[in-house]
């Protein structure tokens, strides 16, 4: 089995090397490693430079603007049997290709979703931490014995490469393209994986902008996704879940507004049900994570919890309600963890 990693890249001169030299130092070496610089104006080109003949270098004609667009002109030059997508900003855990190459060995499989971490920077990064946490080892658990993976994230997904060639390929008509991925694998009838030993560790936005903009790409996606595959779901577990984040994520998000002017008493009381929750899951994901800080980011938990509600409701109207379709990419500026 030969396997590749694929890496988009645009001006991430800060992060590409601890990038790079993870795949390098994997316990199972990948037969091959494409970096596509998207015409990087940074000092991305000089340090890939630095690798040699270790890793093979593509460099777009001009900048995509967009990584699905990097992710297709890197595909090209890919020659691997599978091929593993991860992020510039992103370190794959030593094991991460022997995990993925021992699921790949069972052939009904024709993709695989890791475990997102995330990197310790500040109160932003350990909110996203603890949501990575819930989602990794709850929701993705339960979606993986329903077989309905909702995602394959992009900065920890393993596909065959003749699978995707032949049936997946890109479209760039949503902004989300690794859940536009796993959308069609679903419809087409195909296996997705998911193991939680295959971890990776990458940088979330580390200023409320960059958060907030990201969160309307990852919603507004979800929204495009939404509806351009829209179908009456004929699996239960498909149907489940996707009631769950469409139907009463919105009814949940308007309830988190409304709620205080139809009974403010009642508001109150679900509001202290809702922290007291939070709290376990912080204490959880300090457990599971053995990381203390967690226990101490309630507040901010529930702040974003808010913007997050907001920021959904506001993609539906965008997306669905008034078909303004954003294609644009924001790219957070990155930090030296």
Known sequence: MKISILIPCYN???????????????????????????????????????????????????NTGNKSHAQ??????????????????TILQEDFISIIKKDMTDESISAVAGYVKSLKYNWLTACRALDYIISGNIDKLAQHYMNFIFVIPGAAGAFRTKVFREKIFFTHDTITEDLDFTYRLH???????????????????????????????????GWQNFLKHFSIPEKPGMALELSLMYVEGL??????FVMPLINLYMAINLFLMYCAVA?????????????????????????????????????????IIFRKKNLSWFKPERVNI
């Open 187 to 221: 419809k087409l009838g195909y296996k997705i994986g998911y193991n939680r030993k295959a971890v990776c560790y990458t940088q979330d936005p580390t200023t409320l902008h960059a958060y907030i903009n990201q969160m309307r790409r990852w919603f507004g996606g």
């Open 12 to 62: 991430e001169a800060l992060t590409i090397e601890k990038c790079v030299n993870s795949c390098l130092n994997q316990k199972r070496r990948p037969d091959e490693i494409v970096v596509v610089n998207d015409s990087s104006t940074d000092d991305t080109a000089k340090i890939l430079k630095k690798f040699g003949k270790e890793i093979k270098v593509v460099k777009t004609p001009r």
């Open 251 to 256: 009814s949940l998000s308007f309830l988190a």
């Open 72 to 89: 297709e002109y890197g595909l090209k030059f890919i020659t691997g049997d599978i091929f593993i997508t991860t992020d510039g900003d």
């Open 279 to 319: 709290f376990l899951f912080c204490v959880f994901g300090a457990i599971k994570d053995n990381r203390m800080d967690l226990l101490f980011i309630l507040p901010f938990y529930i702040f974003l919890k808010y913007v997050n509600a907001y920021i959904f409701i506001e993609q539906f109207f965008k997306e």
